[in-house]
């Protein structure tokens, strides 16, 4: 009986953090749902996988490159030097002929969101002049950051190619180079102040456009939103994503003695309180994914994983609120799933799915919180991953922890492989590079406690030999070359020098939200017929709420609502398991409250090739018909207007490519903002589609709107830039 207790101890010491599904001990990973496997390493140059689906044929990895030009990196246990060791080779696989990095093994090229965020992880100190490369090419004719082809044709209804300039500064910081800075500079404030006339609204402070990397449509958002409502959202990832970035440009005309430093703030403050006011969900106690609708937007109360691990990282989020977002955000056995709760229904992609790359910025904003759990779940995470597949994969299905049954993978993954690094370099030894100097903030989970050292770590004309003793978020002591200072060091230092880090061995108490994955009930799909609002019950739904222009108006059982006044209406199904669906497509309940103007006549009209068209043809708009046109309009009440316009762009297919057209609406001399045309399909010729809306307020009488082509509608593609447009419509929304 001794025996077996004393050996029962000995495994439980083993132990750094088990799930339900899998632990991680000191010796590797055994995974137990689902079967039983297993990951070891012989030695800090081998991997050992008995998983079935393992990357090598054989179920080993071995070290075939030179690391000689990195920082080393000894640690209590073997399992995490062979599995930095991967990480180090795979990022040299990645660096292409041409110098620059390559996505994953089955994804040549560079793609800005995927090389920026790998950029801020690791490949910034790492693969820094690869880095810078991979940036430079992705920088577009007009001196403008590059929005890679995709949904509606690219930019603006993708917006989040701005995190380009948060992975250009950290380069910057990394190298202290002044010729990259002073390059850098221009495109930045070109870009942003793009999307300044495009993108912000001023209504709500935020900034309109796609979830950052969730960009596959069906995967986040209802099946009724097509690329004008998702230019039309207000997406919580890609806000803070454009705050940083607006605070990165703020410090740049401080240091380059420009002028707009204040103006470039103000704008972040009003940002950072947008996403404050129309965001932060209180009674969840952390952040709704986004803001969508059409005339109205309202919150979807998902939370959105890399969204709240900005939030926390830049400081967006209060000490309190990073708390709470914490330890109240849903996590599950394998990891922590990009959004809560997913999408039943929709295959594994982004939708009941885990990314390495967004769990690594979760763990490193669980340790900026001081969340010890968040972080030990998320390196278990990602080093059970990384030990079984003997590679890092871009994603794994969040319910078996499998990449098998994901839509589309890759091993080798760029930014998986920098996430998993980050955790050395960002969290356990906590190096932040700042424009000046290197700070330290140490992260060491208890349950890895122990001595850990990077040997030959390169930072600017230094070479330091760190090391890192005990556990714990504070640091008790810190030398340089045997002389106890501060944690950080001045980016002058020249030579080989000792670091030597103790921590304080305290933590503070922490707990999160390990929970069963779950899904939200399906969306209702609702008819008007009069004032009458019918849908088809939901499967799991208790009940049903119904809003009238953004807001809860009232609660039903029924599967019909009488509205009793004009406004747009939609409806959630309320899920007996305490989650709630999408609200509804927009109906819109207007009555006599609408006006229709055709376009026809009032510039050079068309009636080919598009067709199916409403009347005797339509206004054909491209880069040299139709660039600067009058609408007039006589509105007969004073009040809000909702303005759209019925259009169609056969340039391209909604998921791909880069055709969206641009144009700039005004009402005589005033700017009332831009009006953008997504794809509608590849030679898609009779689709015709009602625009995102612009909400104004009109005085009575005469107007002249104008349609315009200004230079901060060029899209991605620049040559083509085309639609065809036949309405004008009015709604008026002040009753």
């Known amino acids: ?242 705050y940083r970035a607006l605070r990165i440009l703020a410090e740049m005309e401080r240091t380059l003695g420009g002028t707009d430093a204040g103006r470039y703030d103000s704008l972040a403050d009003s940002l950072r309180d947008g996403i404050n006011r129309h965001l932060w969900l209180e009674e969840q106690g952390y952040y709704g994914q986004y803001l969508y609708g059409r005339q109205f937007l309202s919150v979807s109360p998902r939370s959105e994983t890399l969204g709240e691990a900005l939030a926390i990282l830049w400081g967006i989020a209060s000490n309190s609120q990073a708390d709470r977002i914490c330890s109240r955000m849903a996590n599950q056995d394998f990891g922590t799933s990009c959004f809560f709760p997913n999408i039943a229904g929709i295959p594994p992609y982004h939708n009941d799915a885990m990314w390495p790359f967004v769990q690594a910025f979760w763990m490193k904003a669980c340790a900026a919180a001081g969340n010890e759990k968040g972080v030990l779940h998320s390196i278990a995470a990602i080093w059970r991953n990384a030990g079984l597949y003997l590679t890092n994969k871009e994603n794994m299905v969040i319910y078996d922890g499998k990449w098998q049954g994901t839509e589309i993978n890759s091993s080798n993954m760029l930014w998986s492989l920098s996430g998993n690094l980050s955790i050395v370099y960002s969290v356990l030894f906590g190096i932040n590079y700042e424009t000046d100097r290197l700070r330290f903030a140490p992260f060491v989970p208890k349950a890895m406690a122990g001595t850990r050292r990077l040997s030959a770590f390169p930072y600017r004309n230094a070479l330091l030999d760190i090391t890192l003793e005990g556990y714990g978020s504070s640091i008790a002591a810190f030398y340089l070359d045997g002389e106890q200072c501060a944690p950080e060091l001045e980016s002058n230092l020249e030579g080989v020098h000792s670091v030597r880090i103790v921590l304080d061995g305290r933590l503070r108490s922490s707990q999160i939200n390990l929970c069963a994955n779950a899904y939200s009930p399906d969306t209702p799909v609702c008819i008007r017929s009069d004032a009458t609002l019918n849908w088809e019950a939901c499967e799991g739904a208790r009940a049903y709420r119904i809003i009238c222009d953004g807001k809860p108006c009232s609660e039903t059982r029924d599967t019909f609502f009488e509205m009793e006044r004009y406004g747009e209406y939609q409806v959630v199904a309320l899920g007996a398991n305490g989650y709630e669906s999408f609200a509804s497509e927009p109906v819109n309940y207007v009555n006599g409250n609408l006006m229709l103007v055709p376009l026809e006549g009032l510039a050079v009209t068309a009636t080919a090739p598009y067709t199916q068209f409403d009347g005797k043809g339509y206004l054909p708009l491209s880069l040299t018909e139709n660039l600067n046109f009058s609408i007039p309009v006589d509105v007969p009440e004073e009040g809000d207007y909702s303005i759209d316009f019925l259009y169609a762009n056969a340039n391209g297919p909604i998921n791909t490519q880069n055709k969206c057209a641009i144009r700039t609406l005004w009402d005589g001399s005033w700017r009332l903002g831009v009006l953008v045309l997504p794809q509608c399909g590849e030679d898609a010729f009779n689709v015709w589609k009602y625009s995102h809306p612009r909400i104004v307020h009109l005085e009575a009488g005469h107007h002249n709107f104008r349609l315009t082509f200004e230079d901060e509608n060029h899209n991605m593609n620049i040559e083509t830039n085309s639609a065809a447009i036949s309405k004008m419509r009015l709604i008026r929304l002040s009753l």
């Open 1 to 242: 009986m001794l025996a077996l207790c004393l050996l029962l101890g000995a495994c439980s010491q083993g132990t750094i953090y088990k799930t339900g599904a899998f632990s991680l001990r000191k010796d590797g990973v055994v995974q137990t749902k689902g079967g039983h496997w297993k990951a070891w390493a012989p030695d800090a140059e081998t991997l050992v996988s008995d998983y079935p689906d393992a990357d090598k044929a054989d179920g080993q990895w071995h070290l075939s490159r030179d690391l000689s030009r990195f920082a080393s990196y000894s640690a209590p246990t073997t399992y995490e030097e062979a599995i930095y060791n991967l990480c180090l080779e795979e990022s040299e696989n990645a660096v292409e002929a041409d110098s620059t990095l390559r996505t994953g093994r089955s994804w040549a090229g560079v793609w800005t969101r995927d090389v920026s965020y790998s950029t801020l992880l690791a490949m910034s100190h790492i693969q820094t002049e690869a880095a810078m490369k991979s940036l430079a090419v992705k920088i577009n004719d007009h001196g403008r950051i590059i929005q890679d082809t995709g949904t509606g044709g690219s930019w603006p209804v993708s917006t989040d190619r701005i995190i380009w300039a948060v992975a250009a500064w950290e380069l910057y910081k990394v190298s202290g180079r002044q010729d990259w800075l002073q390059m850098i500079y221009p495109v930045i404030k070109r870009s942003i102040e793009d999307d300044i006339l495009t993108d912000y609204d001023p209504a709500t402070g935020l900034v309109k456009g796609e979830s950052s990397y969730l960009d596959w449509r069906e995967q986040e958002y209802p099946l009724w939103m097509d690329p004008s409502d998702i230019y039309n959202s207000e997406n919580l990832g890609t806000c803070c994503v454009h």
